[in-house]
């Protein structure tokens, strides 16, 4: 493991440490215990080189270091669930294409009806519908679908 992937350990835990005012609070936020929250820290510190937080048996202030490191530490940890809410909000509706085929008489009779309304509730969906009388070959055409009538 190089050294970039380490570079944003311990910084999440850290700004809920100062976002909390301390590890206890950090600790029940993050479903950790305090002593493994003051561990992540003190990794931090020592991987920089530098004192963020000034430790007393009742609190935590920040040291001067620690004011600047955790302004920028913030924005970060903001950024990334930003990005983590939009990854997955652009999964929350469907999308992409998807590939029907159904006989010309049944599409008349039972797709038209409602396809529209599909349509409008699955915006990102593109459809490509194939009607034909003729048996596809669903998996050799990559059909989504494929609607037949009979027995």
Do not use: C, W
Not at 66 to 76: D, H, K, L, P, V
Not at 90 to 104: N, S, Y
């Amino acid at each position: 493991m190089d050294q970039k992937d380490k570079l944003l350990d311990g910084i999440p835990v850290f700004v809920e440490v100062v976002r909390r005012g301390g590890f206890s609070a950090a600790a029940e936020t993050l479903g950790r215990s305090a002593s493994h929250v003051s561990k992540e820290v003190t990794r931090l510190e020592e991987r920089l080189g530098m004192r963020l937080l000034q430790r007393t048996t009742r609190s935590i202030t920040l040291t001067e270091e620690g004011r600047a490191y955790f302004e920028t530490a913030e924005q970060i940890v903001d950024l990334a669930t930003q990005a983590e809410a939009a990854a997955a909000g652009a999964h929350d509706q469907p999308h992409g294409t998807l590939k029907i085929a159904a006989p010309m008489s049944y599409a008349l009779n039972f797709l038209n009806p409602i396809l529209p309304k599909f349509i409008e509730q699955a915006p990102e969906v593109q459809l490509d519908v194939d009607l034909n009388d003729r048996r596809s070959d669903v998996i050799g055409e990559g059909f989504d679908l494929a609607l037949r009538i009979g027995e």
